[in-house]
Structure formats: structure tokens, C-alpha cells
């Protein structure tokens, strides 16, 4: 058997937490076994530990959300290989500027959405340590993350990603973005990709597959500072949505573009 530990919620202004291996119930211990939305909107909440033999169960969605205060996340303890949902783990964790992602075990995720929206503390990131190759969901990933100024998604496998509406969109500090490189082949949505990246001011798409791309609706939307977009290489003979594609890019002067 195994203890499932519910929700910390009710414990009002903690702000560390060290969560045991066993729990006791009726006088036997029990392994603890943590699961979604299990510390999410406590605002006080600064630092999270786990003691060694913790295990996160298949969902941990939302596990963290809305903890304004947190900034600090020690996963070296515990047993991650079961996770598959792991979306908004960190959604509007307003004060974590940098979190260490090694001590997660991520072969078996599926879903990443909105993992890291509304951090907007947030300045760097290391996401080389993750196994991604399960991935298909990264939609709005990193969105709102308005102090992010670079990220380097190169060593990351997104071979079955097929979801990247709003990666980053609302990252108003970043001001260049390279995805040369990145495996798009399966990717269907692009919608917002770089929606609101008010200062980007050079992105590089060039070379990415996007034969299964189906929407780039909005895709560079508000991007203010852009002033040259080069999509020469783009096969865009299954796409369908593409409004406001360009809306609002108010200093854009030139679009290369192919007859694929």
C-alpha cells in the first residue's frame, strides 16, 4: 500500500515545507506518493524539499501553481520516472528566478504546457538536463515569462512535440531567438509562437521542417521591434490558419517568403 498525499492548502503561511518519505495512518507507515495541484496557490510558500523515497504520482499538474512567493525546489530526492502531466507545474510562481531541473526524471511526460507561464521573475533556465523525447504538448510554455532574455532549446529532443502554440509568447525580454535546429517535424500548431514578444528584434526560423504545420495564426503578433522575418524556407503547403500573422508589427519592413 501507499499513502497519497493530499493538499498542503490548509496549512496558512508556511513558507518551507520538507515532505517526508513515510506517513503514518491507523499506527502503519506508508511510502508518500504526491500528486496535482498539491501545493498550488499557497502564496507564502518559499522552499519545497523532499526527504529520499518521495514519489510523484503520473499527474503533477499544477503542482506549484500560483506560489508567488517560491524560490527554491530540491527535486534531487525524489522519484519522478512514473510523471507523464506535468502542466503549469510552475504557472505564476511570480518569484522564481532560476530553478534547477536535474533531479527530474522526465522520460515518460507527454504534457509541458504552460510549465513555466507567469514567472516573470524568471532569467534563466537549463532545460538540457530534461528528457523530452515523450513530449507532445509545449504550448505556452514559457509564456509571460517577461524577464526570460534567452533560453537555448538545442540540446531539448521535440521529435514528437506537435503543440508549440504560444511558446513564448509575452516574453518581452527576449531579442533574439534562434530555432535553427530544432526537430518541428510533427509540430501542427504554431499559433503565437512569438505573440507579444514586444522586443525581440531578430528571429531565426530558417531550416525548420514544418510540413505537418496546419495554424501560424498570430504567430509574430505584436512584435514591435521586428523589422525583417525570413521565411524562405518554409513549406507551407498544409497550412490553413494564418491570420494576423503579422498584426501589429508596426516596424516590419521585409518578409522573405517561398513558393512552397
Known amino acids: 500500500m501507499r499513502?497519497?498525499?493530499?493538499?498542503?492548502?490548509?496549512?496558512?503561511?508556511?513558507?518551507?515545507?520538507?515532505?517526508?518519505?513515510?506517513?503514518?495512518?491507523?499506527?502503519?507507515?506508508?511510502?508518500?506518493?504526491?500528486?496535482?495541484?498539491?501545493?498550488?496557490?499557497?502564496?507564502?510558500?518559499?522552499?519545497?524539499?523532499?526527504?529520499?523515497?518521495?514519489?510523484?504520482?503520473?499527474?503533477?499538474?499544477?503542482m506549484f501553481t500560483g506560489c508567488t512567493s517560491l524560490t527554491y525546489v530540491d527535486f534531487s530526492n525524489v522519484g519522478t520516472a512514473n510523471v507523464e502531466e506535468m502542466g503549469q507545474l510552475f504557472t505564476d510562481c511570480e518569484s522564481l528566478k532560476t530553478i534547477d531541473l536535474s533531479g527530474l526524471d522526465t522520460q515518460n511526460v507527454r504534457d509541458m504546457r504552460q510549465m513555466f507561464s507567469g514567472c516573470t521573475s524568471l532569467t534563466t533556465l537549463d532545460l538540457s538536463v530534461l528528457d523530452t523525447s515523450k513530449v507532445e504538448d509545449m504550448s505556452d510554455m514559457f509564456a509571460s515569462c517577461t524577464s526570460l532574455q534567452s533560453i537555448d532549446l538545442s540540446g531539448i529532443d521535440t521529435s514528437n512535440v506537435t503543440n508549440m502554440s504560444g511558446l513564448f509568447s509575452g516574453c518581452n525580454a527576449l531579442t533574439s531567438f534562434d530555432l535553427t535546429g530544432i526537430d518541428t517535424q510533427k509540430v501542427v500548431y504554431m499559433d503565437g509562437i512569438f505573440d507579444n514578444c514586444k522586443g525581440l528584434i531578430e528571429v531565426k526560423v530558417s531550416q525548420l521542417d514544418t510540413s505537418s504545420l496546419y495554424s501560424t495564426q498570430g504567430m509574430f503578433r505584436h512584435c514591435y521591434s521586428l523589422t525583417t522575418v525570413d521565411l524562405s524556407d518554409f513549406d507551407t503547403s498544409n497550412f490553413e490558419m494564418m491570420g494576423h500573422m503579422f498584426a501589429n508589427c508596426s516596424n516590419l519592413e521585409r518578409i522573405y517568403v517561398s513558393d512552397k
Open 3 to 62: 499513502l497519497n498525499l493530499g493538499s498542503y492548502k490548509l496549512i496558512e503561511n508556511v513558507t518551507e515545507i520538507c515532505v517526508p518519505a513515510y506517513a503514518v495512518e491507523n499506527g502503519v507507515s506508508y511510502p508518500t506518493w504526491i500528486g496535482q495541484s498539491v501545493f498550488s496557490g499557497m502564496t507564502s510558500l518559499e522552499s519545497v524539499t523532499f526527504e529520499d523515497g518521495v514519489q510523484f504520482s503520473r499527474n503533477i499538474f499544477g
